[in-house]
């Protein structure tokens, strides 16, 4: 980071820090900064990029979005807890319980290919959405932290994509064992 | 009863407490917005053209982006940049408005050369013999023709005023004395119908009588064209403050939306946003090239630059109303070429004594590329209406609200048209229909 870039970002923290101490939006970039999704982000950055999110509040049971409908936005668990599920005729299967800090449906970010699973508030829940269309703009007005988010979602697809060839190949190695 | 059934029992007659809650406050809000709505009407246009001017220009907002100037300030930057534009544009364009002097003579030049043309179309030939068509065009031409002398002869008032600018006036040079001698011309030409004599009874006789209540309605007009100005001050300040959002208003319209639409609502609001953006944007880029075209030509038949400009662009704008755009542009083209003399044109082999014609060719030329050429390309099939549909909303936007309906008719009916295709679209994708 550059030093002119730096000296900015402490003014604009120490001036967010000074004017709005315990305001909504301080408390939200510091929760951003706990992300790992946005780990690479300067303060000034975040702070960018939490202007263009979506606050949600979630009751107890209460669907946050559906199997099959398009995806249109990345969710970050502000507090509260999530489910992912898949329901069939017969069964729920629980892929993953989600807690505070955690994101899901990063994939809507990409494309509008629809929803894979299903995601519910298990309990009172704030989360926060960013909307791909808004992550696009930002590829005009702010290219560098549009860049470092689609690089962070990069590397966190190639991370499942080694797990899942790992997988793969674990299955394939005990098919041709068991066929052994 | 055990607890779960207690929570349920509640949340149920929640839920129907809360339908109740939105219903009254629903029709509460629909009594309350249309009274209004009725009752500032006035505003609405002005209020409509600010929202459509920052609409159409935010791509110069966001384009306009300096790092380390605050946002208030990078968009009033811009908005500067763009009433610079304009302001230079519209300056540029004023010096070819005719002035007082350049009306009056615009309006004998006119008259006179209509005439002239009528006379030469209906004249006899050296033998004296007229052929089988001339009185057909008397009797149907000759009242046509009394109407227009009757719309273009100058009042006493002008007349006085012409020729005090026949002698110059007001510090401006004198008419040339060829302008002058049309304007006796004009003076002596009699109508080519004979009118019958109205009886001496006639009620158009009793106009004191009508005198007072026209004074009173005129002061209602002022009454009016005030508050009509001061609405229009609405105007920059919509523009003003939209141009400042920075997705605030979105934001709030978006937390009112339900959790279970959230996704479906930002979706349709950008895809309404894109599909009327590129559909305004492409008719105003659209209108550019036709009036673009329509100025080039008009310089190869040649018209001086100035006027071949301000018919271009009064042509270029008007073209925005399907249809009628084209006939402006074709009665301010050929208006012009009726009364233009010592011109010559730059395509060898034209003959300038059929100007009109050519400007007649010229506008129908333009108005096969806007078609062919220029709709498909800049609009492609954003702007699918179907020609029934234009020509009824074309009407009833002029009975609504005048030129200013007939202006907004498409886009209107465009914008009702997408937003009804994509929600739907939308709505099915989300399964929610």
Known sequence: ?180 | MSNGQDFEEKERERKIRRKVFYTILGTLAVVFGGFLVWKLRILILPIIVGGLLAFLFRPVKDRFRVRWLPHELQVLCSFALIGLVLFFAFNTLRKHIPDEQQKLEFKVRLQYKLNARYRQLVAKSPEGKSNAVTPLIEKEIGPLMDKVNQALELNPEESNLFLKYAAGYNGKPPIQSKFVDYFRANQNTREYVIPEKTPPNSPSLATPAAAAPAQSSASVEGTNLESKISAWILTPLIFLFLGFDNGQIRRFFISLVPNRYFELSLTVLDELDDAIGRYLRGTLLECFLVGLTLTLGLVLLGIPLGIAVAIGVVSGLLNAIPFLGTVIALVIGVGYALIAENVTPLIPGLNPNDLALYVLILVVIVHVLDDVVFQPFVLGSAANVHPLVVVIAIISGSLIMGLWGMLFAIPTVVVVKTAVATFFKELKDYRII
């Open chain 1, 1 to 180: 980071m550059s030093a002119r870039k730096f000296a900015a970002d402490k003014l604009l923290w120490e001036k967010l820090g000074r004017w709005k101490r315990s305001s909504p939006e301080l408390d939200r970039i510091q929760f951003l900064k706990t992300v790992p999704f946005f780990d690479r982000l300067s303060n000034r950055q975040l702070k960018t990029v939490s202007d263009i999110m979506f606050e949600r509040s979630y009751d107890t049971d209460e669907s946050i979005f559906e199997e099959g409908q398009p995806g249109a936005a990345l969710f970050l668990i502000l507090n509260g807890k999530v489910a992912v599920e898949i329901y069939r005729e017969t069964s729920t299967t629980r892929l993953a319980v989600l807690e505070s800090g955690a994101f899901f449906g990063e994939m809507a970010l990409l494309d509008d290919t629809p929803r894979s699973a299903n995601a519910r508030a298990l309990e009172p829940t704030r989360a926060l959405a960013l909307y791909r269309n808004d992550l696009n703009g930002l590829r005009h007005r702010h290219p560098r932290t549009a860049c470092q988010i689609y690089r962070s979602l990069a590397s966190m697809i190639g991370d499942r994509l080694r797990s899942t060839n790992e997988l793969v190949q674990m299955k394939i190695a005990g098919d041709t064992a068991g066929l052994g």
